[in-house]
Structures are given as structure tokens and as C-alpha cells.
């Protein structure tokens, strides 16, 4: 079974790539989304490089570098996964295509290894994820150094409002071209999730399939590769393929049978998808088989859970089984934080370190930091606690702004919220002190006034 992903690029949006115009493309955090348009940018020629693309964090990085190097145009590319080689690469002129994070690209431009006002084209991939991460400034520089390169934008919602400041000033009026976007209304049906590194999908496969044994499965990738490096699962006849391939067909998810889906009695038991799906992808692998298990980075679990209504995680064995187990008072904490969810700054924050350690590890650091700095609150005489937020007077952030995210957002009653106190960078809030807590993290990952802003209890 075969699916290819080609978003149609009409006269308006080939007039924009051939024209060096502004273009904004809408695709899910994947580096396979990428690949029709990378595939569309016009080879460069000579030493420098020609093509920078600029992604969130180090994961990103191999995911797209992966894609890219399918390309024929775009190679040779280079994933800036350190910046020693990077530069020695970059120097010797063996790169035409740079993928790598803003701040290595400042710093390679700090180093003058990489020649920011010489580039021809700039693919500024998922900025949303960026200003998350408070990559902002960082990106505004590599914007300012590279005034002259043509610019495309790919965000997972051209509509978000923490985008608006941004794409006004990179792309006003740019032709938008939707290849997937998340629908109005989540999928019905049961999706489970459980996040590992991008070059471990294959073995949390075979992990699904040992935990949940099915009698028969659907596996998806959306990059095809050699049939070999699916050995470990074609071993297994009760295992399909469902393979993806990026650029050229229709869009539509086909089974053998050539519909997009099947009926009850010929469902599989299991569909494994090994990276972030699209909504139409998604959709078809819910009608295709009664259980969905879909492999994703940490940075995709957000973007995922605007495609599913009812999403669950799966737990995989891994080292935490083997770990020394903690106080029985931190494992709950810990399952209830879980339940209540809302951790899309939290699994931004972390990515790049699941891709370089095992989950259970960084969990274990993440509770090591918890147990060592943190200072429990002292509760204020008058029943009040302060949380202070990342945004204040100079991001044009007002009281009502406040008061609205804390009642809309977060859920607390009006009674709950005190003084509000605006500084130039910050502002500091008073909450009842048993709502101070929920009221942080509630609010860290939404956005008041287009800003994405972290919260936290003031200590003392």
C-alpha cells in the first residue's frame, strides 16, 4: 500500500517561488511535509550555500536534513548537528543546502563561516515552535542578516495569532498554500501516542507490536525507503506496509485495494504510524484498523492532539522499568500532572534532549533539578500567592488580558485574581494561593496579545 503527499501548487504560488515573492505553506511539524516544497526551490550553484532552512530544534534537524537528502536539487545538504564540522564543511564549500537551528546559524555567521547576506533562499520552517522556545530575537537576527533571500514560511496554521507579527513583516500578502492543515473539528476515534527519537521509530514499532500483539498491522511511514530496513517487521506476514513517498500523485491514502479506508470486517487489528500523520492520513488509518498507535517527537504531541478527539498515551517499557523507584507521594503528583496534560512548552523545552537521551533518564534529571532547587512556597499572610508572567508593559499586555486568560484559559473564577502588577518585561499577579499553581501552568504556553508567555510562582 502506498500513499504520496503532494499539495497542488497553483499559478499564484509558482509565480511566488519563481519570482523570489514571499510564500507561506501550512504542513504539519514533520520533515516529510516539507519535501514538496524544498522540491519546488531552484537549485543554486557555486561554493557558498545557497539554501538555509531554518528549524526549531537539533530532532528537526535530522528529520528534514533525512528528507531533503532525497531531493535531487538539494543535494549536497548538511544537518548542523555540531558546529565544528559544520564549519569545516562550510568552508571547504561542500554544502549548498544548510539545515540547522537559528542559533547555530548566528553562530556559524559570528564565526564567518556561513555568509547570512549571501543567501539565495531562506525556509523558515514551524516558527511558532521557535518563539516557544524563546527563539525569537535569535531569529529576528538571522531575518535582519539575510535581508536579500527569498523567504518561504511552513507553520502548522497560517491563522495563529503568535504568528501575525511575523508573517506581517516577512510575508504581507503572501500567497498561501495549504498542503495540511488540522481540522475544525478533532477525528473521532482512539488515538494512543508515545514519543522517541527519530532514528528509533522502527525499534518503538516493534516495541507496540510486542506490547499489544495484533493479530494483523498496518505500518506507515511517510518516507519511503529501501524495503531492507523494514525487515525486523516484514519478518512478521501479518505485518503490511503502508508507504509514503513526498512530491508527486495524488493525495489521497489508498489500500491495496485502491480506496482510501475499508470496511468494518476487513479492518486490521493495528495501525502503527511511525511519524506525525495528517488529518486525511489520520482519518484514513482510523477507518483502516480498530486500534492506532502513532510514533512522534516530543515538539509533535501538541500538533497531534488537534487531530485527534480522544488521545491517549501509551506506556512502552523501557529503562524507567528498571530505574529505582521514587517516593510513592512524587508518582502520584507526577500521574496527575500527566492526566491534567497542557505540557507544550514542557515537551518543546525537552525535545532535543529525548533525542539524545532515553526519556527515562531526562525524566530522572528533570525530577533530580525538582528535588535539589526547588524552595517550597511560603503561603502569604493574606491568602495570596504571586505568579510572575513573561510578558508585561512592552508587549503591549493590559490587566483585562490577564484576567480574561486566567478565567477563559485556565478556568479560575474572578474572585481568584488579585492585584495585577505590569513591569516593562514581566508582570507580576496575585492568585488565591491554593489556585497558584494551576494558574501557571495554565497560562505558560497560551499567548496574550500574540506573545506565547511562560508563568511561574514567585518564591520566596
Not at 227 to 237: C, E, G, I, K, S
Not at 250 to 270: C, D, I, K, Y
Amino acid at each position: 500500500m502506498v500513499w504520496e503527499f503532494a499539495p497542488t501548487f497553483d499559478a499564484a504560488h509558482r509565480a511566488a517561488l519563481e519570482s523570489g515573492k514571499p510564500l507561506i505553506y501550512v504542513c504539519p511539524p514533520a520533515g516529510w511535509a516539507l519535501a514538496p516544497l524544498l522540491r519546488r526551490l531552484p537549485p543554486g550553484s557555486g561554493p557558498a550555500p545557497h539554501t538555509l532552512v531554518l528549524v526549531p530544534d537539533p530532532a528537526d534537524v535530522g528529520d528534514v536534513t533525512a528528507v531533503a537528502r532525497g531531493l535531487i536539487d538539494r543535494v549536497p545538504v548538511h544537518g548542523a548537528t555540531g558546529l565544528n564540522r559544520t564549519h569545516r564543511l562550510l568552508a571547504a564549500g561542500a554544502v549548498q543546502t544548510l539545515v540547522c537551528t537559528p542559533v547555530d546559524a548566528v553562530a556559524l555567521a559570528r564565526q564567518s563561516a556561513l555568509a547570512l547576506a549571501g543567501l539565495r533562499q531562506l525556509v523558515v520552517a514551524w516558527p511558532e515552535h521557535m518563539l516557544a522556545l524563546d527563539q525569537g530575537p535569535t531569529l529576528d537576527t538571522v531575518l535582519a542578516e539575510s535581508h536579500a533571500a527569498h523567504r518561504l514560511i511552513a507553520t502548522t496554521d497560517d491563522r495563529r495569532p503568535d504568528l501575525t507579527d511575523l508573517v506581517t513583516r516577512l510575508a504581507h500578502r503572501a500567497p498561501v498554500l495549504t498542503a495540511a492543515r488540522p481540522p475544525e473539528q478533532p477525528l473521532a476515534g482512539t488515538v494512543r501516542w508515545f514519543t522517541t527519537g527519530a532514528g528509533e521509530r522502527l525499534a518503538g514499532a516493534l516495541a507496540v507490536l510486542d506490547i499489544l500483539h495484533p493479530a494483523t498491522t498496518i505500518v506507515w511511514d511517510p518516507v519511503h525507503r529501501e524495503r531492507a530496513a523494514y525487515d525486523p517487521l516484514t519478518v512478521d506476514p501479518s505485518v503490511s506496509l503502508w508507504e509514503g513517498t513526498a512530491g508527486t500523485g495524488e493525495t489521497e491514502p489508498t489500500n491495496s485495494a485502491g480506496s482510501a479506508g475499508s470496511s468494518t470486517s476487513e479492518r486490521a487489528a493495528l495501525a502503527i504510524a511511525l511519524d506525525l500523520p495528517s488529518a486525511k492520513v489520520l482519518g484514513a488509518l482510523l477507518d483502516a484498523a480498530r486500534d492506532v498507535v502513532v510514533i512522534v517527537r516530543p515538539s509533535q504531541v501538541s500538533y497531534l492532539g488537534q487531530l485527534a478527539a480522544d488521545l491517549r498515551s501509551l506506556r512502552v517499557a523501557g529503562e524507567a522499568d528498571r530505574a529505582v523507584d521514587r517516593a510513592l507521594a512524587v508518582r502520584r503528583r507526577m500521574r496527575a500532572r500527566l492526566v491534567e496534560g497542557q505540557l507544550d512548552a514542557e515537551l518543546l523545552a525537552l525535545g532535543p534532549l529525548l533525542d539524545e537521551y532515553d526519556p527515562a533518564l531526562v525524566a530522572a534529571a528533570a525530577l533530580a533539578l525538582r528535588d535539589d532547587a526547588t524552595v517550597p512556597a511560603e503561603p502569604e499572610a493574606s491568602g495570596w500567592t504571586r505568579i510572575r508572567i513573561s510578558a508585561g508593559r512592552r508587549d503591549g499586555i493590559r490587566p483585562g488580558d490577564v484576567v480574561g486568560a486566567l478565567v477563559n484559559e485556565v478556568g479560575l473564577t474572578r474572585t481568584a485574581v488579585g492585584r495585577i502588577e505590569l513591569r516593562d518585561g514581566f508582570a507580576l499577579v496575585e492568585i488565591a494561593a491554593a489556585e497558584a499553581e494551576r494558574a501557571a501552568r495554565g497560562l505558560t504556553g497560551t499567548s496574550l496579545r500574540g506573545r506565547r508567555v511562560t508563568a511561574r510562582v514567585e518564591r520566596r
